[in-house]
């Protein structure tokens, strides 16, 4: 009888432990979409911020001397004593590999000017 009684105890729990991983797992793939969803609105914010950003107060240019690009850089801020090149982050977003290279070419003084006339 005994014997009985530690089997079924057995099988009770490992019906647990295969309901417990089974759980698990449905936890991790609830995570996984969740973060998803929230790096998807993470870069939805930051597009959108981006657009807003010219026309703040913190923006240190005119605004409509501003003008939106997009991509790689968000803009280019025209000025009567210089040009320059605008990139907008929200919270912790850091310059892609693209953008850090244009940043150096600018701070290289390797911009140039081309005027192309089509006849």
Do not use: H
Not at 95 to 102: F, H, N, P
């Amino acid at each position: 009888m005994l014997e009985w009684i530690l089997f079924l105890a057995i099988v009770v729990l490992a019906l647990f432990l295969v309901f417990l991983l089974y759980r698990l797992q449905s936890l991790r793939n609830s995570l996984s979409d969740l973060e998803f969803r929230k790096g998807s609105q993470s870069v939805k914010y930051g597009k959108l911020t981006e657009q807003w950003i010219p026309f703040s107060e913190k923006f240190p240019f005119p605004s409509n001397n501003f003008r939106f690009l997009g991509n790689p850089i968000d803009g280019i801020a025209f000025n009567d004593d210089k040009i320059v090149f605008c990139e907008f982050k929200a919270n912790t977003a850091g310059l892609s590999e693209k953008q850090k290279r244009i940043r150096e070419l600018v701070q290289n003084k390797k911009v140039e000017w081309l005027e192309l006339r089509v006849e």
